[in-house]
Nanobody, 123 residues
Framework: QVQLVESGGGLVQAGDSLRLSCVAS????????MGWFRQAPGKEREFVAA????????YYADTVKGRFTISRDNAKNTVDLQMNSLKPEDTAVYYC????????????????WGQGTQVTVSS
């Protein structure tokens, strides 16, 4: 049974930085990608970033490109999301996801999900 546990959320001001971490217990798949999604109140869950296991290829949503950086450590089974220049519109619950082999920009492509961590950015 694979479990994903996120940490690092909190309340920050616009322009601040925050780093989210996700630890996976158990193997999420030897070749699978891991990603981050977010969901704001009243909105659908949206893709934020993803990183492949092999070669560490990264993908970003246009709304976060240049501000967020995703990274993973395969030996530790972790994936982090460094968030800089945060904006109030980044406020959401952020979810770690794993086990993606296909279209990793959509939630349906992932098998495993964490419980989420709240990020609130005040103006």
């Amino acid at each position: 049974q694979v479990q994903l546990v996120e940490s690092g959320g909190g309340l920050v001001q616009a322009g601040d930085s925050l780093r989210l971490s996700c630890v996976a217990s158990g193997r999420t798949g030897s070749g699978s990608a891991m990603g981050w999604f977010r969901q704001a109140p009243g909105k659908e869950r949206e893709f934020v970033a993803a990183v492949t296991r092999n070669f560490g290829i990264t993908y970003y949503a246009d709304t976060v490109k240049g501000r967020f950086t995703i990274s993973r450590d395969n030996a530790k089974n972790t994936v982090d999301l460094q968030m800089n220049s945060l904006k109030p519109e980044d406020t959401a619950v952020y979810y770690c996801a794993g086990g993606c082999y296909g279209t990793c920009r959509t939630a349906s492509g992932y098998t495993y999900w964490g419980q989420g961590t709240q990020v609130t950015v005040s103006s």
